[in-house]
C-alpha cells in the first residue's frame, strides 16, 4: 500500500512558477514508476510528465514540454513537478500517482495509487 500527499499548489499570476511536491508512505517508493495529471473543471484528467522507479526516465506531455519538470528523491521518498511559465489554463486540481515498476503500460498504464490532489489557481 502506498499513501501519497501532494502539496504546494496555489495561486500564482500569469508567467510565474510554482513547484508541486508528492510525499509518499511506506518503504518501496523506489519500486513505483511515479506520474503527475491534472484535471479541470468540466475536462478530463490529463496526463502531464512520469518518471521511472530510478529517475533515469521522463516523459512529458507535449502540453507542458519545455516548462514543466518532473523529479524524483527517492530517499526522500518524494516526486516533485516543477512549473514554470505558468498560463490561466494550466488552472487546475494536481494529482499525483504511483503505479509498480514493470506493470503493463508502464507509466502510461493504468496507475494503483492516487493522491488527493492539490489545487493550483493561475491568474491572467
Known amino acids: 500500500q502506498v499513501q501519497l500527499v501532494e502539496s504546494g499548489g496555489g495561486l500564482v499570476q500569469a508567467g510565474g512558477s510554482l513547484r508541486l511536491s508528492c510525499a509518499a508512505s511506506?518503504?518501496?517508493?523506489?519500486?513505483?514508476?511515479m506520474g503527475w495529471f491534472r484535471q479541470a473543471p468540466g475536462k478530463e484528467r490529463e496526463f502531464l510528465a512520469a518518471?521511472?522507479?530510478?529517475?533515469?526516465?521522463?516523459y512529458s506531455a507535449d502540453s507542458v514540454k519545455g516548462r514543466f519538470t518532473i523529479s524524483r528523491d527517492n530517499a526522500k521518498n518524494t516526486v516533485y513537478l516543477q512549473m514554470n511559465s505558468l498560463k490561466p489554463e494550466d488552472t487546475a486540481v494536481y494529482y499525483c500517482?504511483?503505479?509498480?515498476?514493470?506493470?503493463?503500460?508502464?507509466?502510461?498504464?493504468?496507475?494503483?495509487?492516487w493522491g488527493q490532489g492539490t489545487q493550483v489557481t493561475v491568474s491572467s
Open positions: 500517482a504511483a503505479v509498480l515498476h514493470g506493470s503493463p503500460g508502464g507509466p502510461f498504464g493504468e496507475y494503483d495509487y
Open positions: 511506506g518503504r518501496t517508493f523506489s519500486s513505483y514508476d
Open positions: 518518471i521511472s522507479w530510478s529517475g533515469g526516465s521522463t
